[in-house]
């Protein structure tokens, strides 16, 4: 017979009267003793969950800094160095944190309707942010530029600007900001705050103050998404159409088709 | 029978006169709050008692947490100050509006953030910080001596922001440790 609560899980032992208790109870519900053991551990494993998120969001800092603000960062080399190093970090502590992370690959209540929709919002969104954000450029700042004139050069121009801006950023930034940190945050705070930080972190690391105007927005609803579906993989939808149809607009302006 | 969980049969469960979490009958504790629910109501005040006391402790937590909410109001007004001094001192530059968006914008996120910090103060300090940290290691970039412009007022700015989180950190933790909303 069942007696506890409604916690189903009945596995640890009270550290005062060593009665089974359910594994989320903060206090036995025999005795009334705080089970300190429980609270000890989870601080240290916060504690450790904040030393790897800042030298994880230090990681992408740095490279974006030198890629941005730097002469090392010009050139198609050097962006194919940075997105690889992002990817191949992200890649490191995803695998380190698979074990959390899994569950977000998993692709159960897949809908074809939500995805059309979703594909579809994040197209319109990306057709009023483009122009939204040309129309800030020129008018503050007075400059204008389109992300095709650096793969102009290259055999497949138009395929290499759809990988590297719509299809890497996509699958990478999600994992990154939407997988890694946002599941690191979930586990030190609550999950409204957690997506906060996550999309702040996320839009701050564009390097761009004025595009915090649309990205911090964008950055709060994949965030959201994410957690209401339980899924990276919408996320990673509506990310490539939110990027890809930017790369197309770009094409159109440019007379490509 | 030896599946029978009680807190499905109606009339089983309750809810605990301190934290309103649902307990089960034969409970003796609360397993969120401690909350002694079979205990006499000497031992039930005396609890209550103890509760008040750690709402009184959360208090010297809010204290570093307006501080580290002042810190990003001075931030916004600093920011704003600079651009308004850029503006001004430069205003016939093609780059002076531009500057002063910029630094417009920068001054209203950190507004936003104090604003915001005695809500959510975890999240509204970090992102100061690192919005804040990261607006300096920009600069740096271009002129590295810049770091050391002004140190000790971005230590003192960047210890409050320290303190501020490391308390809103505590704070959580002791809510969630005594489930007080």
Known sequence: ?257 | MSDLDLSSVPGTAEECKCCFEKTNLVDQFCQKCGFPLKGTNAEQQIFMYRRSFKKLELNGYDKKIKSAGTTLYVLAGIFMLYGLVYFFADSKSNTASAMLITYGLVAIIFLLLGAWSGKKPVASIISGMVLYISLQLISAVSDPTSLFKGIILKIIIISYLVKGLLSGLEAEKIKKQHNIE
């Not at chain 1, 962006?79 to 692709?107: C, E, P, Q």
């Open chain 1, 1 to 257: 017979m069942k007696l506890s609560g409604e916690n189903k899980s009945i596995d640890q032992h009270c550290v005062q009267c060593n009665q089974l208790i359910s594994q989320e109870a903060r206090y036995c519900n025999y005795c009334g003793t705080f089970q300190i053991a429980h609270s000890v551990a989870e601080t240290e494993e916060n504690n450790k969950i904040v030393g790897i998120l800042t030298i994880f969001f230090g990681i992408f800092l740095l490279v974006c800094l030198i890629s941005n603000f730097t002469g090392f960062g010009r050139g198609l080399i050097a962006l194919f160095v940075s997105d690889g190093v992002l990817s191949i970090v992200t890649i490191g502590y995803a695998a380190y944190f698979w074990k959390d992370l899994k569950k977000l690959f998993r692709w159960t209540h897949f809908s074809i309707i939500k995805f059309i929709a979703y594909a579809a919002a994040a197209s319109v969104a990306a057709v009023l942010v483009n122009y939204l954000a040309r129309w800030l450029n020129k008018t503050i700042f007075d400059s204008e530029s389109y992300y095709y004139y650096a793969f102009s050069h290259l055999k497949y121009a138009r395929l290499v600007t759809i990988l590297v801006v719509a299809l890497q950023p996509a699958i990478f930034e999600e994992l990154a900001f939407r997988g890694v940190l946002q599941e690191g945050l979930n586990k030190i705070t609550d999950k409204n705050q957690a997506i906060f930080v996550s999309a702040f972190l996320f839009a701050l690391l564009h390097m761009s103050i004025i595009s915090f105007l649309w990205l911090l927005p964008f950055a709060l609803l994949l965030g959201y998404i994410r957690n209401r579906e339980k899924t990276i993989w919408y996320g990673v939808v509506i990310h490539f159409f939110f990027n890809g149809t930017a790369c197309f607009l770009e094409f159109f302006e440019l007379n490509l088709f």
